[in-house]
């Protein structure tokens, strides 16, 4: 770390420490912190070339930061920040809500059992047809055929571009690029892209696929501990970037399964990211209006306040260093601007 960086946090610790933001937030027009948490892991290195690191957060580092939010703030739901966006709740100080992406297994073996200790609400938004199936998501799938790839190459079969794959610099690139493409496919055109990315890579087998996400039992045990399960489309494309047609049909079915599955109403949606901006626009606001979705959340960062749209609802990503991570979340709660304009992609 460079000796800039290491005065910069040791300012934040200071200036966290000091309870100035905290002063700060009974000024403040209230407002909501909403994380946004992947896959919780105990060995998060061996997800490495599946998940993807980024992704995920050590099992330790989550139930500290739990710990933070059971002392520190005011843990509350996402019916809790539906209610505040109607007018028919308020919320109380320094609120923070904790949410998942994608439906992981881990999530329900690792994450739930921490939430339940500090009685905290989760919401898990979970990707309908890989529960469904017991299959990996596309990203992870095509993540471990680019990271494994025994070749020296691979030629994008939009461009006929050349992707030297010999440095992890350039085989990452090559992996975003083929993100990019399969972000606004329809699923089956994206599965038989990926099945020929994987033939042509020559990767190694995928790991224990079948356990990779959780099963509908544990979606329904989650919702009966006092979760939120909510949806996260049928098969994770950017619905912004799909047709039309193919929005609809993802926001549709996956709701629908959903409540199938669970015998109760789903109220809430979270846009996928997995590559390309937007993820959302006028199109899908009016489609998650009219199938009665409560709220919708997105990747871009900021505070939920009263004016915030229920149907494009800020989130944050979470820095796993402790004092970053407190530090993120008060100047969040405090300023309508600075983390407000991040942006930040699933994969």
Known sequence: MSVRKAAKNAAKKVFVASGVLRFAHKLAAPAAVILRYHSIQNRPEQYANTIGCDSIH?????????????????????????????????????????????????????????????????????????????????????????????????????????????????RDAAFLNAAEICAKLSAPAREELIQNAARALEP????????????????????????????HTMTHPNVAQVSAADARSELTDSKLKLEKELEEPVKHFSYPHPALNPQWNESTLKITEELGYATAVTTTCGAVRADVHPLAIPRTYIPREESEFLWHIERTLVFRTGAAAENHPDV
């Open 58 to 170: 050590a099992t330790s580092i989550f139930e500290r930061h739990m710990e933070l939010i059971a002392r520190r703030f005011s843990a509350v739901s996402m019916d809790d920040v539906a209610l505040f966006l109607k007018g028919e709740k308020s919320l109380p100080q320094r609120a923070v809500a904790i949410t998942f992406d994608d439906g992981y297994k881990d999530n329900f073996r690792f994450a739930a059992p921490i939430l339940n200790r500090f009685g905290i609400p989760g919401t898990f938004y979970v990707l309908v047809d890989s529960v469904d199936r017991s299959k990996a998501p596309w990203y992870c799938l095509l993540r471990h055929a680019f990271w494994t790839s025994r070749r020296p190459n691979w030629k994008d079969p939009a461009t006929g571009t050349i992707h030297d794959l010999t440095e992890s610099q350039a």
């Open 204 to 231: 190694e087998p995928f790991p224990n696929e079948s356990d990779l996400m959780m099963t509908w039992d544990d979606a329904r045990t989650l919702v009966k501990s006092g979760h939120i399960v909510g949806s």
